[in-house]
């Protein structure tokens, strides 16, 4: 694993975005993993700016999301469906819909929905490049800490700490969803390349931990020393002071 300090949360993503911009340009049918959450923003407001001024087909590019919440409907604004459409999909309207996968959150069949977007991952992937945030707690996708490290796509309660992070971004703390629907910590290792991304002091302590400690369940992101080819992107914030 590499773990290199671009400096600011701008300059790393920039720099990642022209990752994605080099690999859907080299293979016009190339399969991406997609995150979401504060740490991507910047990263899809410069992957749309490369796109547009280069105007890429990405009509056989594929995309598959690492999660979901469940019990919001693809239209609420905090789910991640609404996220990709207004980050990606809806700024740069040339991926076509069948080809961008997410997991659905909302439905009563819940283990179902785990068991179809395992398969359609299996059946599909690997992904070409694996893009990752992580949580305070080290949890990668929505495996939080404990998760099984051999798990496929599963649904997770999710942890307190998660809970507590997740609530700025809605009005009252009981409407944060307890529940998501994540692909597991083996589903993650199957990409190619996976690029990681952390900013903010808040990150720090889960950089330093997935900088000094071995695999362990305790810090589910540590499984990616498992992968041969991951590189971890810091801001200074969150660079270990050891790095
Ligand atoms: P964040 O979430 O980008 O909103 O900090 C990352 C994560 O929880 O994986």
Redesign the pocket.
């Known amino acids: 694993m590499k773990m290199i300090n671009l400096g600011s949360k701008k300059l790393a993503s920039f720099y990642v975005a022209c990752e994605l911009y080099k690999q859907m340009h080299q293979e016009p049918n190339s399969k991406l993993g997609l ?6 923003t910047d990263l899809y407001y410069y992957l749309v700016d490369l796109l547009e001024k280069n105007k890429l087909d990405v009509s056989h590019v594929e995309t598959f999301n690492l999660d979901e919440y469940i019990g919001l409907k693809p239209s609420h604004p905090q789910s991640y469906h609404y996220y990709m459409n207004d980050v990606l999909f809806k700024q740069y309207p040339h991926f076509k819909k069948d080809n961008t996968h997410i997991p659905n959150g909302y439905t009563e069949q819940l283990e179902d929905e785990a068991e179809r977007y395992n398969q359609l991952l299996n059946d599909k992937g690997p992904v070409d490049i694996q893009i ?5 707690n080290g ?4 495996n939080e800490p404990g998760t099984d490290l051999h798990s496929e796509t599963h649904i997770v309660d999710l942890t307190e700490s ?1 809970i507590r ?2 609530s700025r ?1 809605f009005d009252h703390k009981e409407d944060v969803p307890k529940q998501a629907v994540s692909m597991g910590l083996a589903s993650i290792l199957k990409a190619k390349r996976i690029i990681l ?1 952390a ?2 002091e ?2 720090k302590d889960a950089m330093s931990k997935l900088l000094d400690q071995q695999v362990t369940r305790n810090v589910p992101a540590t499984i990616l020393h498992a992968h041969p080819n991951v590189e971890v992107y810091v801001d200074d914030e969150a660079a270990p002071d050891h790095l």
């Open positions: 995150a979401t959450g504060g740490t991507m990752l945030g992580i949580g305070e949890h990668i996708g929505f998660t992070a997740n971004y991304l900013f903010g808040k990150k």
